[in-house]
Nanobody
Framework: QVQLVQSGGGLVPPGGSLRLSCVANGFDLGNYVIGWFRQAPGKERQRVVCIDRSGGTTYADIVEGRFTISSDNAQSTMYMQMDSLKSEDTAVYYC?????????????????WGQGTQVTVSA
């Protein structure tokens, strides 16, 4: 079964850190473009970071310098380290995979999605 399984997330005070994990089952992460998205209540789903097939990464300005994406291909796992978290980072976070070679911000282009994990930044 082709799926992405997420873990991590939770409640953290402003300035804190969290690491999200995303495990690929049934397919090789290295053959897909991987994106991390987030969706806050009442807002559209937005891409925060993407890694393309050549290993190039693209970060949204709002997380540049605070979030870091990495991978362990042997474990078929992607990670997103989130540091210096702010209240506006509160959202449900998703990992997603798409075929092809290039990143895109359009969530509809991603065909495989994780189940989502809640990140809440609050004192």
């Amino acid at each position: 079964q082709v799926q992405l399984v997420q873990s991590g997330g939770g409640l953290v005070p402003p300035g804190g850190s969290l690491r999200l994990s995303c495990v690929a089952n049934g397919f090789d992460l290295g053959n897909y473009v991987i994106g991390w998205f987030r969706q806050a209540p009442g807002k559209e789903r937005q891409r925060v970071v993407c890694i393309d097939r050549s290993g190039g990464t693209t970060y949204a300005d709002i997380v540049e310098g605070r979030f870091t994406i990495s991978s362990d291909n042997a474990q078929s796992t992607m990670y997103m380290q989130m540091d210096s978290l702010k209240s506006e980072d509160t959202a449900v976070y998703y990992c997603a995979a798409k075929t092809g070679y290039a990143c895109t911000t359009d969530p509809q282009r991603y065909g495989i999605w994780g189940q989502g994990t809640q990140v809440t930044v609050s004192a």
